[in-house]
T-cell receptor, first 115, second 113 residues
Framework: DTGVSQNPRHKITKRGQNVTFRCDPI?????LYWYRQTLGQGPEFLTYFQNEAQLEKSRLLSDRFSAERPKGSFSTLEIQRTEQGDSAMYLCASSFQQGAGTEAFFGQGTRLTVV | AQSVTQLGSHVSVSEGALVLLRCNYS??????LFWYVQYPNQGLQLLLKYTTGATLVKGINGFEAEFKKSETSFHLTKPSAHMSDAAEYFC???????????FGKGNQVVVIP
């Protein structure tokens, strides 16, 4: 296993279009997280899954955003009707076991540019 | 809610000099604290973490950090900077029962030859 994989690495889209990103976590990890990172800021939490269940969503995750993790394996993050403010790096992370303090392993991210 | 503060977005350090990155946290319950490093076009990599026990934590690449509850701090240090240390460094906090990491704004470290 080579780690957390995210595709695509880069995405340029026109405002108003829908985009979907994919994250493949480390295979034995039961937790999967999505974060968003804008220029000059640290990553901000969006949502997290334990297995296939989405257990927590940030207020940052507007109605235009939806995330899924079917069968508790890979996850997708879809943004509908993209806006210029959605331009950011979208990071996926995964971890094993429960509880805070467990190391999260991050993917390289998907950089979204909305023009 | 818990949070962290990292001051000084850009930090310049001479090769061979001490690296010191400051992190102060805010949490009403005992925190778990992390330092991550991000190299260009790469994901975040864990440098070290504090959960419980020894307050001086050693990490990879010669970095260490000390948890000081009285100062609500978790500063990152490395005795001698190397050119390969040029990267962005993030401090983060989480607490038991909360599955999210709250990150600081990061420090961009530049190493001057």
């Amino acid at each position: 296993d080579t780690g957390v994989s995210q595709n695509p690495r880069h995405k340029i889209t026109k405002r108003g279009q829908n985009v979907t990103f994919r994250c493949d976590p480390i295979s034995e990890h039961n937790r999967l997280y999505w974060y968003r990172q804008t220029l000059g800021q640290g990553p901000e939490f969006l949502t997290y899954f334990q297995n296939e269940a989405q257990l927590e969503k940030s207020r940052l995750l507007s109605d235009r955003f939806s995330a899924e993790r079917p069968k508790g394996s890979f996850s997708t993050l879809e943004i509908q009707r993209t806006e210029q403010g959605d331009s950011a790096m979208y990071l996926c992370a995964s971890s094993f076991q429960q509880g805070a303090g467990t190391e999260a392993f991050f993917g390289q991210g998907t950089r979204l540019t909305v023009v | 809610a818990q949070s962290v503060t990292q001051l000084g977005s850009h930090v310049s350090v001479s090769e061979g000099a001490l690296v010191l990155l400051r992190c102060n946290y805010s949490s009403s319950v005992p925190p778990y604290l992390f330092w991550y490093v991000q190299y260009p076009n790469q994901g975040l990599q864990l440098l070290l973490k504090y959960t419980t026990g020894a307050t001086l934590v050693k990490g990879i690449n010669g970095f260490e950090a000390e948890f000081k509850k009285s100062e609500t701090s978790f500063h990152l240090t490395k005795p001698s900077a190397h050119m390969s240390d040029a990267a962005e460094y993030f401090c983060a906090v989480s607490v038991a029962g909360n599955n999210r990491l709250a990150f600081g704004k990061g420090n961009q470290v530049v190493v001057i030859p």
